[in-house]
C-alpha cells in the first residue's frame, strides 16, 4: 500500500536525484519533510476560511512600498474614532488602544489631533514617546505615529511637538478643496488653497519631518482637474502620502475605484507617494468603497475599529482587513496586509468599553451574532463541516468560543492566572492595578461560579482604565418599593481624602443615587443617555451601564465639517453585580471624564477645534 502511495504522489524515490542522502536517516527526514509540504499544500487548496500566517511586512518607507501588493493598515480609531458623539477617552485609555493596535500590527496610527487641547496633545506625546519606540511588539514592528493638523503653522507645530519623539513620527495637514467647502467653509479662492496647501507641507518638512500626508478635504465632490492640480503641488512640496477622502461619505464603489485610478493616471509625480484612501460610511457603503480604491492603486487604507468615527461613521478595520485576507488573492489582485488578525476581538471589546460605543450584534466579524447558528439548517451544516456556514475562522480573530476556552477562572484563582487571562485578552497589568484588579476579581468570584472573557473585560473597564479620579465612589444604600419614593444616600470621597454624604429621592433607585450625586459635586449637567446590559447570561450576570452626560457651561466645539458649534458629550462606563452600583458606577466615571478633561483643555482664539477629514 505505500509503495503505491508513493508512485502516485511527487515523492517518488526519483525525487531524491538532485539531493545528497549519505543514510537512512537523511532519507527517512527528507522524506517526512517532503510529505508535510505535501500534505500543507494540498490543505492549503482545499481551505476555504482565513487561516494565519505571519506577513514578512516590506521595510517602511514613507513614499513608496517595495511591494506592489502590500497594503499600508493606518488607524484612525483615536482621532476620527474618538470625534463619535460621548466616545472621548482618557489618555490612559488612548495609551491602552494605541498599545493594543501595535500589536494587531497597524502600520500607522493616527494618535490624535494635539492643537485641539492640552489633553490631546499630551496623549499623543505619550504615544509617541511609549508606542512609537516599542520594539517589542509584534515581531519587532514599531507603528508610524501621526499627528493630525490643519494647514497652518500653529495645528503644524503642536502636531510635530507631539510625534516628534516616535522612530517613525508623521505629520497629516489637510485643507477642503470641493467647491461647497472653499466657498461656505473656507471662504478662499482655489489659488489661496492651493497656496495654503503647499506652503503647509513644505513647512512641515522643513521641521524635520520626513513623512507628511496631505488631504484634499470632501475630495469626493471635488473637481477632477483641480483635485489633479493641487496633488501634484502637494508632491512638489514634499508630500510622501496622498490621503484621499470621501468625507460625506457620497461616492459609491464604481465612483471611488474611478476617482483614485483617475489621481494614479493624472496627477504628476503620483509614482512617487502613496494614495491613500478614507471613506465615511453615510450611505454604508465605506467599506465596499476602500477596497475598490485598493484595486484602483490605493496603498494605504484608512480605518476604525468597529468603524466608529463622525456621523455614520468610517471604514470598519475588521471588515477592510478580513475582505483582504479572506478574498485578497483570489478577487482583489493578491493584495495583503501586516495585520495580526487574531488580535481584533480584543481590539473590538477595548474600544467597545473605552468608548461606550455598543457594538450591533449584526456588526460584520465582531457583532455578537456574527458566529451565532440558530437555524436548523445552518447547526446542521456546522456540525458536519465548519466551512459550511463560516468563511472566517473565529479562531483567525481571536473569538474562542465558551467551550473551547483555555483558563477558566473562579474563587479560587490566583493572580498569575488572572494575569495570564487578561495578557490573553490583550491587557498588560502589573504591580498595583494588578493587586486592584485581583480584589475586584476575587468579589466577583465569591458570588459567580464562572467569571467569563466578557466578565473580565467589563471589570478591567471599571475598575483599571478610568479616567483622571476627581471623585471616588465609596458607600450607596438604596430604600425603594412601591409604598413610597426611592431614596438613596451616597458617599463620595475627593481627591484630598475629604468624604461627603448626600441623601435624596428619586423616581427610583436610579433617578434617586444621581440626584444625590449631583448634591455633592455640584456640577451643572444634562444626563443625554443611560443604557444597560447584562454581560453573560444567566441571573448572576454583570451589569454593565453607560451613560453620556454634557456639562451646561463649556465644552463647546466646532465642527470643521458643518461649522456647526457643538456641546462636548462625555461617556461613562460601570460594571457590578448591583445593578444600582453599576449604574452610579458609570455616572460617576463620566462625571470624571468631564472634570478631567476640564482641567486640561485649551481653546483656540477661534472655536474650531473639532474637524472632519
Known amino acids: 500500500m505505500s509503495s503505491s502511495l508513493f508512485a502516485n504522489s511527487a515523492f517518488s524515490h526519483s525525487t531524491t536525484n538532485n539531493v545528497s542522502l549519505q543514510s537512512k536517516t537523511d532519507f527517512r527526514n527528507f522524506l517526512t519533510l517532503s510529505i508535510k509540504k505535501h500534505y500543507y499544500s494540498y490543505a492549503n487548496t482545499l481551505c476555504i476560511r482565513c487561516s494565519i500566517n505571519h ?78 519606540n516599542d520594539e517589542q511588539g509584534y515581531f519587532g514592528h514599531v507603528p508610524v505615529i501621526c499627528g493630525l493638523s490643519r494647514c497652518n503653522k500653529r495645528d503644524i507645530d503642536k502636531a510635530w511637538g507631539a ?70 503641488e502637494a508632491i512638489k512640496a514634499g508630500a510622501t502620502t496622498l490621503n484621499i477622502p470621501d468625507t ?186 494588578l493587586e486592584d484588579f485581583f480584589w475586584r476579581f476575587k468579589s466577583v468570584a465569591e458570588k459567580k461560579k464562572k467569571v467569563t472573557d466578557d466578565d473580565l473585560i467589563a471589570l478591567m473597564s471599571d475598575e483599571v482604565l478610568q479616567p483622571q479620579v476627581v471623585w471616588w465612589l465609596g458607600d450607596v444604600q438604596i430604600t425603594c418599593g412601591s409604598l413610597g419614593l426611592s431614596t438613596a444616600t451616597v458617599k463620595l470621597i475627593n481627591t484630598d481624602g475629604q468624604e461627603h454624604i448626600a441623601c435624596s429621592v428619586g423616581t427610583g433607585p436610579v433617578d434617586a443615587a444621581y440626584k444625590a450625586v449631583d448634591l455633592i459635586v455640584k456640577v451643572p449637567i444634562t444626563l443625554l443617555e443611560y443604557s444597560m446590559n447584562a454581560v453573560t447570561e444567566g441571573i448572576d450576570a454583570i451589569a454593565s451601564t453607560r451613560v453620556s452626560i454634557r456639562g451646561e457651561d463649556e465644552h463647546t466645539v466646532m465642527n470643521g465639517s458643518t461649522g456647526q458649534t457643538l456641546h462636548r458629550t462625555f461617556s461613562g462606563t460601570g460594571a457590578d453585580m448591583d445593578v444600582v452600583m ?17 482641567k486640561l483643555v485649551s481653546r483656540y482664539d477661534k472655536p474650531e477645534d473639532s474637524v472632519v477629514v
Open 55 to 132: 506577513i514578512q511586512r516590506p521595510e517602511y518607507i514613507p513614499s513608496k512600498i517595495s511591494d506592489p501588493k502590500y497594503v499600508r493598515i493606518f488607524d484612525t480609531t483615536l482621532r476620527d474614532g474618538e470625534q463619535s458623539p460621548g466616545a472621548t477617552m482618557s489618555t490612559k485609555q488612548k495609551l491602552e488602544v494605541a498599545r493594543q493596535l501595535a500589536k494587531l500590527g497597524v502600520d500607522i496610527i493616527e494618535a490624535g489631533f494635539p492643537a485641539s487641547s492640552d489633553a490631546d496633545f499630551e496623549a499623543v506625546k505619550l504615544i509617541a514617546e511609549e508606542i512609537g
Open 163 to 232: 510625534v516628534k519623539y516616535a522612530k517613525k513620527p508623521r505629520i497629516h495637514t489637510f485643507i477642503a478643496t470641493s467647491e461647497i467647502h472653499m466657498k461656505y467653509k473656507l471662504k478662499m479662492s482655489k489659488d489661496e488653497v492651493v497656496e495654503k496647501a503647499t506652503s503647509m507641507v513644505a513647512y512641515a518638512r522643513s521641521l524635520g519631518c520626513d513623512d507628511v500626508e496631505f488631504s484634499p478635504e470632501d475630495a469626493g465632490r471635488s473637481d477632477r482637474e483641480f483635485l489633479y492640480h493641487i496633488l501634484g
Open 248 to 433: 460625506v461619505g457620497y461616492t459609491v464603489p464604481s465612483e471611488f475605484g474611478q476617482l483614485i485610478a483617475d489621481i494614479k493616471a493624472n496627477t504628476p509625480g503620483i509614482e512617487n507617494v502613496i494614495i491613500s484612501t478614507h471613506c465615511q460610511n453615510d450611505l454604508g457603503l465605506s467599506t465596499a468603497n476602500t477596497l475598490a480604491g485598493a484595486c484602483a492603486g490605493a496603498r494605504q487604507l484608512e480605518v476604525t475599529i468597529n468603524g466608529i468615527g463622525e456621523r455614520a461613521g468610517n471604514a470598519s478595520f475588521e471588515e477592510v482587513v478580513m475582505a483582504l485576507k479572506c478574498r485578497g488573492e483570489q478577487v482583489l489582485g493578491g493584495l495583503y496586509t501586516g495585520i495580526n488578525t487574531q488580535h481584533i476581538i480584543p481590539s473590538s471589546k477595548m474600544v467597545e468599553e473605552y468608548t461606550g460605543l455598543q457594538v450591533q450584534p449584526h456588526k460584520a466579524i465582531v457583532g455578537a451574532n456574527a458566529f451565532a447558528h440558530e437555524s436548523g439548517i445552518h447547526q446542521d451544516g456546522m456540525l458536519k463541516h465548519k466551512d459550511t456556514y463560516e468563511i472566517v475562522s473565529p479562531e483567525d480573530i481571536g473569538l474562542r468560543r465558551s467551550n473551547e476556552a483555555g483558563i477558566v477562572l473562579g474563587k479560587l484563582s490566583g493572580r498569575h492566572a488572572l494575569k495570564s487571562k487578561m495578557l490573553e485578552l490583550g491587557y498588560d497589568i502589573d504591580g498595583k492595578e
Open 582 to 598: 453599576s449604574s452610579v458606577r458609570a455616572y460617576i466615571g463620566a462625571l470624571n471624564k468631564m472634570l478631567s478633561f476640564e
